[in-house]
């Protein structure tokens, strides 16, 4: 069935490092991607998605490559901030309209 | 314009209680969805309506878990009997027309708590 995996359920880093948290999808389709971000306490918001015409989406610092060779969507930043500590899901849309998540990525980002 | 609103944000059943959790959707949204969030599955989607009419209903959660829309902006989400392992935060979601690339809003969520 549609499935979206992350594989790290958890990650640490040091401030400044760069930061990469890994999605692959399902390869049957060609599903719209999606990075949603989840801070403590707080509703999961989106953090960017795909475009259908293979631009890289980028946002606060972040951004995503799609590569359909390798089914992947992984996530990535130059340099980590204390801010960026919070859970992550990647997910999925893949044609059904409902949303496929991943099991998420906890990232905590130490001094 | 206000979000996704949930009720209560935390709920405490003994097993075998009834519960029901309430949302409400943004003001517009066709489509909404309740989703069970935990540490080892991620969100696990429980229902999906559209137009209020019920799309996916989450297949291994059929049997005590029921989810409604009487009307366009509210939904509530019956567990019957709790259980313990029922014990994870619910939440709740919804989306405007749109393409297969459209934003999903969430709400903060309830978190269930069975003793």
């Known amino acids: 069935g549609d499935s979206v995996t992350q594989t790290e359920g958890l990650v640490t880093l040091t401030e400044g490092l760069p930061v990469m948290l890994n999605?692959?999808?399902?390869?049957?389709?060609?599903?719209?991607?999606?990075w949603y971000v989840q801070h403590l306490n707080e509703a999961?918001?989106?953090?960017?998605?795909?475009?259908?015409?293979?631009?890289?989406?980028?946002?606060q610092g972040f951004h995503a490559t799609?590569?359909?060779?390798?089914?992947?969507?992984?996530?990535?930043?130059?340099?980590?901030?204390?801010?960026?500590?919070a859970l992550y899901y990647c997910a999925a849309n893949y044609g059904n309209e409902k949303i496929t998540f991943g099991a998420g990525t906890?990232?905590?980002i130490k001094p | 314009d206000a979000g996704v609103t949930q009720t209560p944000r935390h709920e405490v059943a003994e097993k075998g209680q009834t519960i029901i959790?309430?949302?409400e959707p943004v003001s517009g949204h066709n489509d909404l969805f309740w989703y069970r969030q935990t540490k080892i599955q991620g969100l696990e989607l429980l229902s999906y309506f559209r137009s209020k009419s019920l799309m996916e209903d989450g297949g291994a959660f059929k049997d005590r878990f029921k989810a409604e829309m009487l009307n366009s902006s509210f939904?509530?989400?019956?567990?019957?009997?709790?259980?313990?392992?029922?014990?994870?935060?619910?939440?709740c979601a919804s989306r405007g027309q749109g393409?297969?690339?459209t934003e999903v809003f969430f709400?903060?969520?309830?978190r269930l708590t069975v003793v």
Not at chain 1, 45 to 57: A, E, G, Y
Not at chain 2, 75 to 91: F, G, N, R
């Open chain 1, 23 to 34: 999605c692959t999808y399902q390869s049957t389709y060609s599903p719209f991607l999606f």
């Open chain 1, 44 to 59: 999961p918001k989106l953090l960017l998605k795909s475009f259908t015409d293979n631009k890289r989406p980028e946002h």
């Open chain 1, 66 to 85: 799609l590569h359909k060779s390798s089914s992947s969507f992984h996530l990535q930043k130059s340099s980590a901030q204390l801010s960026d500590s």
């Open chain 1, 106 to 108: 906890k990232l905590t």
């Open chain 2, 21 to 23: 959790l309430k949302c």
């Open chain 2, 75 to 91: 939904s509530t989400l019956k567990i019957q009997p709790t259980e313990p392992k029922d014990s994870a935060v619910y939440l």
């Open chain 2, 99 to 101: 393409a297969g690339d």
């Open chain 2, 107 to 110: 709400g903060k969520g309830t």
